[in-house]
Structure formats: structure tokens, C-alpha cells
T-cell receptor, first 112, second 113 residues
């Protein structure tokens, strides 16, 4: 069964304290892995797409990496405005469409 | 602003009723996706339309149906509503039938009482 698991469920950091979020996946064939940010009551906001093992992408304080079994979202020197739920999702090759399977998310809280 | 517009933002209705949620995709996007987000289930894919045709289907209940119109906007119809249908319903859109990135709307919060 295709599955996406994120850890930890919740993460509390002090401002400036770097850390990483994990997304492990079990799918038959990966087309792409997506990271989204979601603020309470809002729609998910696209961050990154990764396609192959070894690929890395960066945006401001965020860096996403991909291996054959998992992806990491590294947050460097976070600020309170980085507080949100971070969602990981996968899209499979055999799907005819663009269906995403989402993980449950990691709720990040950054305190000043 | 993602460019994806969903209406209404909030909806409160009684059990057994029927509601329609509306989504206007970003200009130029041919695909529309519907997702349901509840506290215990997370974001769950419901259905995708591409240029008016159904492209992919998730675990969408038989009480739910959707369509995409010639102007590419989409509607999600929920009928015989139950308390457990209370959730956030998101629409997303992409240029192709599958995507390198997809843009989500702000959602419709449905409360069934």
C-alpha cells in the first residue's frame, strides 16, 4: 500500500535553532515528492518538488532533500514566521492523473 | 494569493441536506483537484478533472459527485450530508493532467449540524 509518514508530528524550536523534518514514503513508483506549507485555516502553499534521489532544492531558510526512501526538510535558523504545518506528498508514476498522497504533517512552532 | 478561488468560504448546513462547492482554477490551468481535510484523516484526494473529463478518482463517497464545466470551473456536490462530512474541502489546479506543482485554494469549511 502506498504510504507517506511524517515525523515528528510536532516540533517546537527556539528562534535560530536549526532542525529537520522527515518524510518517509512507500510507493510503487515515485514520480515526484512535494513539500507544502499550511497555515491554520488556509490552503496548502507549494514549496518544492523533488524528482530523483540526490536532488536538493532551497528557498530562503528551507532546504529539501530526497533519497530513495525519504525526504528531509531542513530549516536553518528559523524565525517565528516559519511556524506552520509542513506537509509532504507523493505522486506516483502509474497514476494516470495528478493524485497526491499526503502525510499527516509536522506542526512546527518557532518561539522568539 | 494562489489564483484558485473557492466559494463559499464557510457553509453550515443540517444533516440530510445537499450543498454545492465551487472552484475556479488559475487562468490557463486545465486540471482541477478536490481534496477533503479532516482532523483525523488529513488531506485526502477525492477526484480530478482534466479539461472537462474525469481523470482520477480517490475514495470519494457515492453521495459526492463533481463536474468540470466548459469554462473549466468545477463544482463538488455533497448530498445526504452526515455529521462526519464536516471538514475543509480544498480545490487545487494545475496546467496539465499531472503536475510539477499545484496551487490550492483557501478552502470551504463545511459544518454539518
Amino acid at each position: 500500500e502506498d504510504q507517506v509518514t511524517q515525523s515528528p508530528e510536532a516540533l517546537r524550536l527556539q528562534e535560530g535553532e536549526s532542525s529537520s523534518l522527515n518524510c518517509s514514503y512507500t510507493v510503487s513508483g515515485l514520480r515526484g515528492l512535494f513539500w507544502y506549507r499550511q497555515d491554520p485555516g488556509k490552503g496548502p502553499e507549494f514549496l518544492f518538488t523533488l524528482y530523483s534521489a540526490g536532488e536538493e532544492k532551497e528557498k530562503e531558510r528551507l532546504k529539501a532533500t530526497l533519497t530513495k526512501k525519504e525526504s528531509f526538510l531542513h530549516i536553518t535558523a528559523p524565525k517565528p514566521e516559519d511556524s506552520a504545518t509542513y506537509l509532504c506528498a507523493v505522486q506516483m508514476i502509474y497514476n494516470q492523473g495528478g493524485k497526491l498522497i499526503f502525510g499527516q504533517g509536522t506542526e512546527l512552532s518557532v518561539k522568539p | 494569493d494562489s489564483g484558485v478561488t473557492q466559494t463559499p468560504k464557510h457553509l453550515i448546513t443540517a444533516t440530510g441536506q445537499r450543498v454545492t462547492l465551487r472552484c475556479s482554477p488559475r487562468s490557463g490551468d486545465l486540471s482541477v483537484y478536490w481534496y477533503q481535510q479532516s482532523l483525523d484523516q488529513g488531506l485526502q484526494f477525492l477526484i480530478q478533472y482534466y479539461n472537462g473529463e474525469e481523470r482520477a478518482k480517490g475514495n470519494i463517497l457515492e453521495r459526492f459527485s463533481a463536474q468540470q464545466f466548459p469554462d473549466l470551473h468545477s463544482e463538488l456536490n455533497l448530498s445526504s450530508l452526515e455529521l462526519g462530512d464536516s471538514a475543509l474541502y480544498f480545490c487545487a489546479s494545475s496546467e496539465q493532467g499531472w503536475f510539477t506543482e499545484a496551487f490550492f485554494g483557501q478552502g470551504t469549511r463545511l459544518t454539518v449540524v
